[in-house]
């Protein structure tokens, strides 16, 4: 009796959990989105589609390729959330490969995807110390 009991348990806790590392490697903001290639659009959290040529000024973002190659980069050397010295494309530093993260229509380069997660939470402080970077 108790071996079924242990038995039904450990199914149903194993069943549960798979939803949880259902979205591992993803960033826990985004794992919800996912790009539809076929139609171009992006499937938000809501399950809703949102056309991605319909960007808002404050629409914040990895950059797509297409992005790179036609918005503006700042050109900021400096990750303005970490301070550490932005690698090379194709080369990682200490923390991983640099990002390019397109905020207010221009492209940021950040040090790796771990500052992308602060830089939401400020975008306005960490895009200005970018830009003041960039100035001097």
Do not use: R, W
């Amino acid at each position: 009796m108790k071996s079924t009991i242990f038995m039904i348990v450990t199914a149903v806790i194993f069943s549960l959990s798979g939803n949880l590392y259902a979205h591992e490697g993803m960033d826990h903001e985004e794992g919800m989105e996912s790009m539809d290639h076929e139609k171009g659009a992006m499937m938000g959290h809501d399950g809703s589609m949102m056309d991605k040529s319909a960007n808002t000024e404050n629409e914040m973002h990895v950059a797509t390729q297409e992005e790179v190659k036609t918005l503006p980069n700042v050109g900021n050397k400096i990750c303005p959330v970490s301070g550490d010295k932005i690698t090379a494309p194709g080369e990682k530093g200490a923390m991983g490969e640099a990002v390019k993260y397109v905020y207010n229509g221009k492209i940021y380069d950040l040090c790796c995807k771990m500052c992308v997660k602060d830089f939401k939470k400020n975008p306005e402080k960490y895009s200005k110390i970018a830009d003041d970077e960039v100035a001097n």
